[in-house]
């Protein structure tokens, strides 16, 4: 049991060290999660404070710099991005950062249909973006079993088992040839959901998000990201949206990217059409802003 202890003890603190000092994915989301708590509403008039948070399809395809330089002087915008993460990971973790004092003027949840809206959170949400209330009720909400809401808990607690799944991929990918295409994250070639279910689903779960936005002074935005296998319901996902009074944005049907601009998992955008998509994004989320704004004060 000595040695047992010693080793478990060793892992964590090799886990930890590792983490610390070599992931790009924890440093990022640490600082923009702290950069988020600090988010006020803006003093100036006609600048409005944004927080952005989505999962690898934002990160790789908005580039941030020239959004920021794009819509500067109009808004001021804070990004938080974590692969993986969906509807789960986000409500649970604005709820957090709202009690912890953020207060952003608007939201924009980068929600894409394939897999953002699936009934689970991401293996690095419960330790980055949860607290302990956050996984205990995110257990509740998903009906999960002792054994799942477990897990959950020693993931938030224990940087190892947050870390198990990584360490098991990267030696996958050592010693099986091709293994990210053998086993890729997410699969390009389905259709995404449809139908009336995943209408009511969306609308749901939407309501419910912008309830919490709304409760601590923000306004809520989908922000629907392109992905090749989303053409028939990203514009279902709209109509869904603004039933449920939340501004929905497509800045770039997916319909008009090709798989050109897409990477080789056909899934993330690349460089190109990163540069259209953060094109479409900074023409269209200020536009919309502000005849939100305008239509508020009448």
Not at 96 to 114: D, I, K, S, T, Y
Not at 225 to 239: D, G, K, N
Request: net charge negative; charged share 20%; hydrophobic share 45%.
């Amino acid at each position: 049991m000595g040695t047992c202890a010693i080793l478990v003890i060793a892992l964590e603190l090799y886990s930890i060290h590792v983490v610390k000092h070599y992931s790009v994915t924890d440093a990022r989301v640490t600082r923009q999660y702290a950069e988020a708590l600090a988010i006020r509403p803006v003093p100036s008039a006609g600048t409005t404070s944004v927080l952005i948070v989505g999962n690898s399809l934002l990160l790789y395809g908005v580039e941030f710099d020239k959004l920021r330089e794009q819509t500067a002087g109009t808004l001021q915008i804070h990004p938080i991005f974590l692969e993986g993460t969906g509807y789960y990971d986000w409500f649970y973790a604005l709820r957090r950062l709202f009690r912890h004092g953020a207060r952003p003027q608007v939201v924009v949840a980068g929600l894409e249909p394939n897999t953002s809206f699936q009934s689970s959170v991401w293996e690095q949400t419960p330790r980055l973006l949860f607290g302990a209330g956050e996984v205990l009720d995110v257990a509740s909400d998903l009906e999960l079993d002792r054994t799942a809401t477990t897990n959950l808990l020693f993931s938030h607690v224990s940087t190892f088992w947050e870390m198990r799944s990584f360490f098991r991929r990267r030696i996958l990918r050592a010693v099986v040839p091709h293994f990210e295409n053998l086993f890729p994250y997410v699969r390009s070639d389905g259709s995404g959901p449809q139908g009336p279910e995943f209408e009511t689903m969306i609308m749901s779960r939407l309501r419910t998000l912008n309830e919490l936005c709304e409760a601590n002074g923000a306004r809520l935005v989908l922000l629907i990201p392109p992905t090749l296998s989303s053409e028939a319901v990203a514009h279902q996902m709209v109509a869904a949206s603004e039933k449920v009074g939340v501004r929905a944005l497509l800045p770039i049907d997916p319909v008009d990217l090709t798989a050109r601009f897409y990477e080789a998992d056909a899934v993330h955008l690349n460089p190109e059409g990163a540069v259209r998509f953060t094109s479409a994004l900074a023409r269209d989320l200020p536009r919309i802003l502000s005849s939100e704004t305008v239509a508020s004060k009448h």
